[in-house]
């Protein structure tokens, strides 16, 4: 293993939150904390009522696992209900939106593998939050 390269432990409490595209988004395990080169990971609080806005990637399939509480992917505009315990598969360019219309947090854990070629080219978003507006349904 060359010396630059090397495992690598991130706490999820001493990361700031990502709250841009709505829940609570913070990347653990990528090429800026950790060094890694052929994806990234993090986890994702998503609270009752709340949503994190629709994008896609255009390099990266995305893998979810829903910890606690249940989510609502709008894959392509098709509905699809993740609960507790249950994986999803986004493949890439699929535009997705993740929501919880539950009364209990959602936690989520997500990896995305390949990277792109550059980190600002890995995430389009196609819609912007407001503050206190409603995802378009």
Do not use: C
């Not at 606690?68 to 999803?88: I, K």
Request: proline share 9%; net charge negative; no cysteine.
């Amino acid at each position: 293993m060359a010396e630059d390269y090397k495992p690598g432990v991130q706490a999820v409490d001493e990361l700031s939150p990502d709250t841009r595209r709505g829940g609570d988004v913070r990347t653990l395990l990528s090429p800026k904390t950790v060094g890694s080169s052929t994806g990234f990971m993090g986890v994702a609080t998503i609270g009752a009522g709340d949503w994190i806005a629709e994008h896609y990637h255009p390099y990266s399939e995305e893998f979810i696992y829903v910890v606690s509480g249940n989510l609502v992917a709008e894959l392509d505009d098709e509905r699809q209900d993740v609960p507790a315990r249950h994986g999803l598969f986004i493949p890439i360019n699929v535009r997705h939106r993740l929501r919880n219309e539950g009364d209990e947090e959602a936690f989520i854990v997500f990896h995305l593998s390949p990277l792109a070629p550059r980190p600002p080219i890995g995430h389009v978003d196609t819609e912007q939050r407001q503050p206190a507006a409603a995802p378009a349904s």
